[in-house]
């Protein structure tokens, strides 16, 4: 091949490479067809690569731009992207810059080859996990919880994120280099499923804890009841999670024990529905049996932050006239509850004793067939 005026040297040097400096101008002169011919091969294939260089940054540059032009929330895809394709590294566009310029001349192919792929599995795993992290963080931070758990959470999936994805690039790494990596994996893989077994416990529970902070069914300060228990949540950690007692201790539960539990959040209560009865006594006269159901309903639409569902008079008693009235307390405060209840009880009572109305207790009256015979009285014995 002739380059620039040049006739293609011998494949190989002449002669041995000189042992002392005084054999090197000897060496060069009978070389020197070689050396000029790879010096203006390295120039070209330098100047090659650095025009791809300068393309492809170009290239990043704008596409950079375009993703980043629209900052609505809608383009969040535009945005990770965005984070990633800027997670690029200029070492990766020189390393392919420098093997398409010697693949196109034809010189250094082999080992360029092998360097070129490791570079573009790295830049490869870099561009991964910035996707899926931001992927993820932007996903989590959308859903309202507890920032302190939430930054725990992210943290520990952006690890789990980074370890699988490195794992993957690091056994293809090896396989590159021509590592048989098949009793490799074989043997991680036996070792994932005994330490999976191992600590079967932890993993249930640090799952259980993302379930409940992404999926929220309840949030730090919360009252929840779940089995014999209730109190307000104070934390809700990576194994376990503390809840305060109304008696004031503090009760710790496995986070894969709470969500197999049936929870009653009452902090998602918007309004109460409360059902309560009364009985009034059998001599109570018919006309006034009758309006009771409306005194009900006045005593109850007499107080705030209550509405009046239905009162009925419900059921003959053993005792007792049934009534039984259904209102809502427009509060979820158990407190104001107990304050809108109370103000009932005493206009019901205050209303009744105006209408000479008598509440009923359980009473028993026996009815005693034919007449008693007393015996006189004997006199005393002599």
Known sequence: MNLFGLDTPPAQPAGKLPQDFAGWPAWIQAN???ILYWAVWVAVALGVAIVLYAVMVRIRNRLLKYLRSDTDDSAIWRTVLANALENTWRLFFAVVAIYCATELLGILAWPMREIAVAAVLVQSGLWLVTFLTQLFSWYARRRPADQASLANAISLVNIIIRTAVWSVVVLALLSNIG????ALVAGLGIGGIAIGLAAQGIFSDLFASLSIIFDRPFVRGDFVVFGDSMGTIENVGIKSTRIRSLSGEQIVISNANLLQSTIH????????RIVFSLGVTYQTPVEKVRRIPQ???DSIEAVEKTRCDRCHF???GDSALTYEAVYFVLDPDYNIYMDVQQAINFELMTRFEREKIDFAYPTRTLMISGGLSVAPPQPAAQ
């Not at 590592?179 to 098949?182: A, G, K, L, Q, R």
Request: charged share 30%.
């Open 314 to 316: 419900k059921e003959f």
């Open 32 to 34: 020197w067809s070689l």
């Open 295 to 297: 005194i009900m309903r």
């Open 179 to 182: 590592v048989d990596i098949t």
């Open 265 to 272: 959040n009452y902090q998602r209560l918007y309004q109460r």
